[in-house]
């Protein structure tokens, strides 16, 4: 088994938080794998045996080799059909909506074939990347495209938006979204209305899922971590709140899901 991230290149910064790569042998592969929301939208590539996806929305479906998704607030569950060979690039939301130059509401709980969205550079790029057995020159490869197509966008239009984006991610959701529309410079309704299309998710909606994200990086703080301290900092208001909250996004209380799923959920959701 293979599990390596990457930080992105300076000039992708602003667009993409990291990509990552997997490769499991058929021998090593779990089956049946739950991923959670986590704050980030991704572009995904299967260079190795397909997969397939089921969720509550969508049903069971066998997964493009390269395919976009955008925002999500319900588990999936991914199998794996042999051999996983998988590069994500995980997006800030803002990113992908300049990535595809479209609204990204479109994309919240979808994954969308990437030959439809990109066309024949998406189908050569994947071609590069079996080429070659370094999981470096495929990474190399990733960022070299991620570049051509994010290297002339003008950020402008967006900027108070991604100042909003930022806060709420730099807060790990535990932020006043009043006092945030007054810092972003937008009024309230305008933030809600551009949020939805350039993000996805309301502001408030898309705190509650980085919230949920920040439990997993509390969790796995070194030392003896108890609940009622990942309660509190996590910014609930009690444990029946958390747990109603938890199992909302991952379709179970906490404690079975940190039991069977969690280093699965670490690598598809950029965890």
């Known amino acids: 088994m293979l599990f390596k ?20 042998d058929k021998s090593e592969n779990s089956g049946r794998n739950k991923i959670v929301p986590y704050g980030y939208a991704g572009l995904l590539l299967h260079y190795k045996d397909p997969c397939v996806q089921t969720d509550r929305i969508n049903g069971k479906r066998l997964l493009p080799q390269a395919f976009v ?107 006043n979204i009043a006092q945030l529309s007054k810092e972003s410079g937008l009024s309230l309704s305008s933030l809600e209305r551009q949020f939805r299309k350039q993000i996805g998710f309301s502001p408030k909606y898309y705190a509650r899922i980085l919230r949920f994200d920040y439990v997993f990086k509390l969790k796995q703080m070194p030392g003896d971590v108890n609940w009622q301290d990942i309660v509190f900092q996590a910014g609930y208001h009690d444990q029946a709140h958390f747990i109603k909250e938890f199992s909302k996004f991952a379709g179970e209380p906490p404690k079975g899901f940190f039991l069977h799923h969690l280093f699965s959920s670490r690598f598809y959701s950029g965890k």
């Open 5 to 24: 991230v990457f930080s992105p290149p300076a000039e992708l910064k602003t667009y993409v938080h990291s990509i990552q790569i997997m490769e499991v």
């Open 69 to 175: 998704t955008g925002l999500t607030d319900q588990p999936i569950i991914i199998e794996a059909l042999g051999n996983i060979g998988t590069i994500a690039v995980n997006f800030y939301p803002l990113g992908l909506y300049h990535f595809l130059r479209s609204a990204v509401y479109e994309f919240t709980n979808s994954t969308v074939d990437g030959t439809e969205l990109l066309g024949p550079e998406i189908i050569q790029l994947r071609a590069s990347i079996m080429l070659t057995s370094s999981i470096y020159e495929k990474i190399d490869l990733v960022n070299r495209f991620l570049v051509r197509k994010l290297g002339n966008i003008d950020f402008r239009n967006s900027r108070k938006i991604e100042y909003a984006q930022n806060a709420l991610i730099a807060s790990k959701g535990i932020i």
